[in-house]
């Protein structure tokens, strides 16, 4: 389910988690046009954020550690194929699915939210980008209805037994072999009884040793298959 390394680069200049550079840090070979992407993201949640408050104002600060490359953590361990559907489920304010969006333009993202303005960020800034593989509902989980993805991705939402119970009716039944599938969320802290109320098997990656920042410490991707 999981690639066997990250897609990382090896610079290791020191850069700061307000700054592009930290995300330059650890991935090389975007292209232009992801590179300019991820670069208008700041200014773009910037003004929305000042409308609409989706980002904690001691957050948007920090927006490309704890919220851009936080999202770049899936896309470090799994190898998202073009064609792909991929649904975040409670995006919030958009992470991890328009990072992802921009990282693998040819993978289409379903980005879900009960909260209207939330939504309603998540649209505009989609736009602001020119994003033309997302796709945006303002629901709950439970009312996506008529619809399968090949992969559920969600952060820190709710425990892991819901997000499997939820994911479970949208994932395509018997998914090419190739592709990644089943649920990548991101969470932190000691998941042990989560895990072990969840019924689930999932793979952890520890985000630190993808990316060694003091504020991935503790974080880390789980993968059910």
């Known amino acids: 389910m999981l690639s066997s390394r990250p897609h990382c680069s090896s610079k290791k200049e020191e850069a700061s988690g307000n700054s592009m550079e930290i995300v330059l840090k650890y991935f090389a070979d975007f292209t232009p046009r992801q590179l300019d992407q991820f ?18 104002r001691k957050d948007i600060d920090a927006l490309y550690e704890k919220h851009v490359l936080h999202s770049l953590a899936i896309a470090a ?6 064609g792909m559907q991929v649904i975040d489920l409670g995006t919030g304010g958009g992470f991890p699915g328009i990072p992802l969006a921009i990282f693998f333009p040819e993978v289409q993202f ?6 209207g303005k939330k939504i309603k960020v998540v649209e505009a800034v989609a736009e602001g980008l020119n994003l033309t593989n997302v796709t945006t509902a ?23 037994k819901d997000l499997w119970s939820w994911s479970k009716p949208l994932l395509r039944k018997n998914p090419p072999a190739d592709r990644p599938s089943g649920l990548i ?18 793979r952890l990656v ?20």
């Open 138 to 160: 303002h629901s709950r989980v439970e009312d996506v209805k008529n619809r399968k993805f090949d992969l559920v991705v969600s952060r820190a939402v709710a425990p892991l």
């Open 185 to 202: 969320c991101l969470k932190g802290g000691d998941l042990a009884q989560e895990i072990s109320e969840s019924g689930c098997r999932p």
């Open 39 to 56: 670069r208008t993201l700041a200014p773009l949640y910037k003004d929305w954020n000042e409308k609409i408050n989706v980002i904690s």
């Open 77 to 82: 361990v799994a190898d998202l194929t073009p």
């Open 110 to 115: 379903h980005l879900v939210d009960s909260i």
């Open 206 to 225: 520890n985000i630190y040793k993808l990316f060694p920042e003091e504020f991935f410490q503790e974080k880390f991707v789980v993968a059910v298959q």
